[in-house]
């Protein structure tokens, strides 16, 4: 009992057609549609945490050369293989 006081409950407002859908793929999981609301749930929020640190890796400039300095030193390593 002292579990759930911890906890908050949310209502959701659902087309019965999609209540049915995640009831019946929670009882293919043997799982119930909280066990399977709650993992879906987190794995959203996972995929969205991934994204955010991708982009922001993205900004991340340290130790990146600019594409003119790094096609120029493609030329200079090109022409030097020609010699």
Do not use: C, H
Not at 20 to 49: C, H, P, V
Not at 60 to 81: C, F, W
């Amino acid at each position: 009992m002292v579990e759930s006081a911890n906890r908050t409950r949310y209502f959701l407002d659902l087309e019965p057609s999609l209540r049915n859908r995640m009831k019946a793929y929670a009882a293919l999981q043997g799982k119930s549609m909280r066990e399977w609301l709650t993992e879906a749930i987190i794995s959203k929020m996972e995929d969205e945490i991934d994204v955010a640190e991708g982009l922001n890796a993205l900004t991340d400039i340290e130790g990146t050369q600019s594409l003119e300095s790094y096609l120029e030193t493609r030329k200079a390593v090109n022409s030097g293989n020609r010699s």
